[in-house]
C-alpha cells in the first residue's frame, strides 16, 4: 500500500531580511510600528534638546519649541499605533509641524554659528563650538517617519 507524499504545510516561503521588511510594508504591518517607532523617537530626541538647550540655559525662548515638540509627536504616534483615524490625521500634522520646527532648528544654529566671534570665516572654529547645524535635522527624521507612517498602507 503506498502512502500518499508529504505535504508542506507552509503556504508561503519564509522570508528573511529585506524580503521580510518588503512583505511587511505590502501587508500593512509596517505602518503600526512606523507610528510607534515616532513616538518612541519623538520622546528621546526631545530630552536630547532639553538637556543640550539647558546646557545654553534656554536663551533664546525659540529653544523651548522642539521640547514641546516632543509630547505631540509621541501623542501623535501612540494614537496612530492604535487607531487608523489617528494616524491619517493627527499624526501627519504633528510630524509635519516636527517637521517644519527642524529645519527651523537648522536655520537658528546657522544663525547662531554666524553669530560667534568671526562667524562663517571662522567656520572650522565656530561649527565644532558654536551650535550644532545638523543636529536638528535629526529632529526632521523624526517627523518624516511620522509622515511616512501616515502615508503607508495599514494592516486589515
Known sequence: MASAPATDLRTEPVLHGID????????????????ALTAAGSIVAAAEIFFEH???????KLMWV????????????????????????????????????????VYLHARGVAQKPGGWRNA??????????????????????????AVLRREQ
Do not use: W
Open 20 to 35: 521580510r521588511m518588503v512583505r511587511n510594508v505590502q501587508t500593512g504591518h509596517f505602518e503600526r510600528s512606523l507610528s
Open 66 to 105: 522642539p521640547v514641546a515638540m516632543g509630547p505631540v509627536g509621541a501623542a501623535a504616534g501612540v494614537a496612530g499605533f492604535f487607531s487608523k483615524r489617528m494616524a491619517k490625521t493627527a499624526l501627519p500634522v504633528a510630524s509635519l509641524a516636527i517637521c517644519v520646527v527642524g529645519v527651523q532648528g
Open 124 to 149: 572650522r572654529y565656530n561649527l565644532e563650538m558654536g551650535p550644532p547645524l545638523l543636529a536638528p535635522l535629526l529632529v526632521t527624521m523624526v517627523g518624516g517617519m511620522g509622515l511616512l507612517a
Open 54 to 60: 539647558d546646557s545654553a540655559s534656554f536663551g533664546n
